[in-house]
């Protein structure tokens, strides 16, 4: 697998920021691809990519099907609002351990993606509500990273990963190999990217 994008979050007082990079061979930063700034309610409806920092050339779009929808169906669209991708949660699944679909055009999974390490993906969840020492489980799970696989369906090789670089700050590497990576428009893992930043609150 080689590095295929960066992206790296910017929290401010009002909006969430999100730069998406190109990745070099030793896995550090390439050019800027896109760049998000939504206020931070905002962000689960629908998400504006731009070419550039100064927001002057619209890329594509990421678009929530329904407000509030906990199965989270979401479309990643060009500019001129055509549609070219689009990805959804799985609910049941993701009660234990997050876990998405990227779609492919028949509406049927290309991928799925799922956190790393499904012990640690209980514990974020309910460890929180364990009698007296929830709230210990709570700040050690707060700095522990987030690592995602990419694997097609009914596939356990592993043929794509997301991993946050950084301990405080969320930042992220995507890898992924030739073949997967030529398969998928990379608007729509760089929309992927985003969302299990941004989608999953953190």
Not at 32 to 42: S, T
Not at 80 to 93: L, V
Not at 172 to 196: C, G, I, P, Q, S
């Amino acid at each position: 697998m080689k590095p295929r994008l960066i992206v790296e979050q910017k929290i401010t007082a009002f909006t969430n920021q999100y730069r998406v990079y190109g990745a070099n061979e030793d896995g550090s930063k390439a050019s800027l691809v896109a760049f998000a700034q939504q206020k931070r309610l905002a962000f689960k409806e629908k998400v504006s990519f731009y070419s550039d920092e100064a927001k002057q050339n619209l890329a594509f779009t990421l678009r929530a099907e329904k407000v509030m929808d906990v199965h989270g169906k979401y479309f990643v669209e060009d500019a001129y609002n055509r549609q070219i991708g689009a990805f959804k949660k799985q609910f049941k699944r993701s009660l234990i351990n997050s876990t998405w679909n990227i779609l492919d055009a028949d509406g049927g999974p290309s991928l799925v993606i799922s956190e790393s390490n499904s012990a640690l993906a209980v514990i974020r969840r309910y460890g929180g509500y364990l009698p007296f020492i929830g709230f210990v489980f709570e700040l050690v799970t707060a700095f522990l990273r987030y690592h995602f696989v990419f694997k097609e369906p009914g596939n356990s090789e592993i043929s794509g990963t997301y991993t946050k670089t950084t301990l405080f700050r969320d930042h992220y590497r995507l890898d992924m190999d030739e073949d997967t990576y030529a398969a998928h428009d990379w608007r729509v893992l760089a929309a992927m990217a985003v969302a299990l930043d941004a989608l999953q609150s953190r």
